[in-house]
């Protein structure tokens, strides 16, 4: 499968003093699901960014389909209208996406803007409507409604314009049980009729259940490792080091147990201390 992205010794600083990214080497094929793990910033929301060319790397350089790519290419119309048609993110903050008045016009804005014809872009919109579960809530407006709904609303924008790239920035933060169920369906679905996906998460089960190859980021701002999902999850030092796993105490039938807080797989009970 040929490369959708690839990263070559990519560095990225906000700001002088700190590093938020440095020395990654990856390649994302076409039609493969990748996840993205690491703990709070690690960094990879800035990975992502800099996929859907929302910056621009301080070191090393950054291709789409073999197209190198930095801020003055988006300068040129016929590479910007690829790439923008081509790449779909969802952002981790929903309420940094969402900014039409209602959740309709917010479905059609990604298809007008495109330049789809109206009655297309109404066409697609209802299309999602369906598909997301969001009839109503379309003539809300977004800043209306809880953050699950939000954020189907996030992704509801996102694949009205049908890209062949979706990255999506910890897409499960916040949502219930059912809803999380339906979005791991979802992008599992996605992947399954072609679409290239990118998941940044701190969820294990996510990748557990997805099954895609795997980027750890460290603590350092590096990769660590990359891998399958089993080999990754199966490999508790490594959930630790990149603190993804962590031991917590907890009270169970009068004693208090410790273990590692791996509930997407089994956990052994060790006891440690009976109470009195
Ligand atoms: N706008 C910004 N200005 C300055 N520093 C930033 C900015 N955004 C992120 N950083 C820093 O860059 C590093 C990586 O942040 P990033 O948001 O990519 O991490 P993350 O892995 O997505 O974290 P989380 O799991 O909390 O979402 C962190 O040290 C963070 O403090
Ligand atoms: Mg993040």
């Known amino acids: 499968m040929r490369a959708i992205f690839e990263l070559n010794e990519i560095g990225f600083q906000y700001t002088d003093t700190q590093k938020a990214l440095s020395g990654i080497n990856l390649t994302v094929r076409e039609g493969e699901i990748l996840s993205v793990v ?20 301080t070191e090393g350089s950054i291709a789409y389909k073999g197209m190198e790519f930095q801020e003055k290419s ?34 059609i804005f990604g298809p007008l803007q ?3 014809p109206k009655d297309l872009a109404v066409e697609r919109a209802n299309e999602v409507v369906q598909m997301l579960h969001l009839q109503g809530y379309t003539d809300r ?19 009205a314009t049908n890209p062949e790239v979706l990255i999506f ?87 208090v147990h410790k273990h590692l807080s791996l509930g997407f797989l089994s956990h052994k009970h060790e006891q440690i201390r009976k109470k009195n």
Request: hydrophobic share 40%; charged share 20%.
């Open 74 to 107: 988006f300068k040129k119309a016929a590479f910007n209208r690829e790439f923008r048609s081509s790449i779909g993110f969802v952002f981790q903050n929903s309420d940094a996406q969402l900014f039409c008045p209602t959740v309709f016009d917010e479905l």
């Open 38 to 57: 690491g703990s709070n910033g690690s960094g990879k929301s800035t990975l992502l960014h800099l996929m859907c060319g929302l910056i621009y790397p």
């Open 169 to 255: 920035d910890e897409p499960m933060s916040g949502l219930d049980p059912k809803t999380r169920s339906f979005i791991i369906d979802l992008i599992f679905e996605l992947n399954q009729i072609g679409k290239t996906i990118i998941v940044a998460t701190h969820h294990l089960d996510l990748v557990d259940y997805l099954k895609s190859r795997v980027v750890v980021l460290s603590e350092r701002h590096t990769i660590e490792k990359m891998g399958s999902s089993d080999e990754i999850l199966s490999d508790t030092d490594l959930l630790i080091k990149a603190n993804l796993i962590a031991e917590f105490s907890h009270r169970h039938n009068g004693t």
């Open 141 to 159: 407006p977004s800043y209306m409604l809880s953050s699950g709904e939000k954020k189907r609303v996030a992704i509801g924008a996102v694949l």
């Open 114 to 116: 495109l330049g789809y």
